[in-house]
């Protein structure tokens, strides 16, 4: 019994991970785009701090969605080095090769997690400032 609810939420840390990071890409890919749309709005024109920060938040996007591809293929590989050792172990492979396929999905297991967190922080940290620079420019209308 203990065996089964361990395996039903590993199902379901992997999948909340994922979707996670799909995400979260996604969004950054969005903010981003929104960002460099702003920048053919003619009346767009940030000046002293807003103007860095706004270069800090394209900047910080843009990490992200390399953050979040990179997220996104680490953690394919981790799944196939996992496939590999299990596949190994069925076999009744020798220990070296499933040790070293245990090894690979350790080593871009906590790759992927690395990437995870860098994403969350880069798109954080971009939308906040997007955020703060758009109403720093166009806020007067609002009143």
């Known amino acids: ?53 706004f270069i800090y938040s394209v900047i910080a996007l843009a990490c992200g969605v390399l953050f979040g591809v990179g997220a996104t293929v680490t953690r394919l590989i981790d799944f196939r080095a996992t496939a590999g050792k299990i596949r190994e172990e069925e076999k009744g492979g020798q220990s070296g090769v499933v040790s070293r396929f245990e090894k690979q999905a350790r080593v871009y297991g ?18 906040i400032c997007l955020a703060y620079t758009v109403f720093a420019v166009y806020g007067g209308r609002l009143v």
Do not use: C, H, Y
């Open 1 to 53: 019994m203990s065996r089964e609810r361990f395996v039903r939420w590993q199902s379901q840390s992997i999948s909340q991970l994922s979707f996670s990071i799909n995400l979260l890409l996604g969004l950054a890919v969005a903010a981003l785009g929104f960002g460099v749309a702003l920048l053919r709005d003619n009346t767009f024109a940030p000046g002293g701090i807003d103007k860095w920060l």
């Open 110 to 127: 906590s790759a992927t997690w690395r990437l995870f967190w860098f994403l969350t922080f880069s798109f954080a940290s971009g939308v």
